[in-house]
T-cell receptor, first 110, second 119 residues
């Protein structure tokens, strides 16, 4: 089993719809969780950190489920510009190194 | 936000040559930087952790004599791909560990990456 797993997609979603995807992690000792977005042939850019209580930033909501060991990302009122690959990252044990999922590709269609 | 630069953005070289890539944190000090490699449609693969003033820590399967890392200052880490071969062609990305003041937590900010093509 991979340390961090994501559904590769692609998720084809009409503009304005709500879309959600999850990321599972295997190490129960992990403490830090992040969502990044990566555009084609570009570097990953931090979208949001994921806190235990869940957090929201505009149209984006991230949640953590420790019992089931997954994090989720919800995008409301999706825009064409949301099309990208979304990577989740989880720290390795108490180390600050991040382990990365392979990413979920999201395509927003007009 | 934290800004990380990376230079060069792309390199085309002949097999057998060495290529040096620089990673700089522009508006913060980074005691720790990370070097990743990413092949098309694959996830980021951590190659090594670069610590200022000490030796880098390499991931299993990454040859330290092949990928030389130097972290000489709090804002600069370099990766040198020695005697590059076509199989080393990839997208190399650095990131810097950042602690935003007053907001707790930490994360990594990435440089724009370097595309290496070895002919």
């Amino acid at each position: 089993r991979k340390e961090v797993e994501q559904d590769p997609g692609p998720f084809n979603v009409p503009e304005g719809a709500t879309v959600a995807f999850n990321c599972t992690y295997s190490n129960s000792a992990s403490q830090s969780f992040f969502w990044y977005r990566q555009d084609c042939r570009k570097e990953p850019k931090l979208l949001m950190s994921v806190y235990s209580s869940g957090n929201e930033d505009g149209r984006f909501t991230a949640q953590l489920n420790r019992a089931s060991q997954y994090i989720s990302l919800l995008i409301r009122d999706s825009k064409l510009s949301d099309s990208a690959t979304y990577l989740c990252a989880v720290n390795r044990d108490s180390n600050y190194q991040l382990i990365w999922g392979a990413g979920t590709k999201l395509i927003i269609k007009p | 936000g934290a800004v990380v630069s990376q230079h060069p953005s792309w390199v085309i070289c002949k097999s057998g040559t060495s290529v040096k890539i620089e990673c700089r944190s522009l508006d913060f000090q980074a005691t720790t930087m990370f070097w990743y490699r990413q092949f098309p449609k694959q996830s980021l693969m951590l190659m090594a952790t670069s610590n200022e003033g000490s030796k880098a820590t390499y991931e299993q399967g990454v040859e330290k004599d092949k990928f030389l890392i130097n972290h000489a200052s709090l804002t600069l880490s370099t990766l040198t791909v020695t005697s590059a071969h076509p199989e080393d062609s990839s997208f190399y990305i650095c990131s810097a560990r950042h602690f935003p003041l007053g907001r707790g937590g930490e994360t990594q900010y990435f440089g724009p990456g370097t595309r290496l093509l070895v002919l």
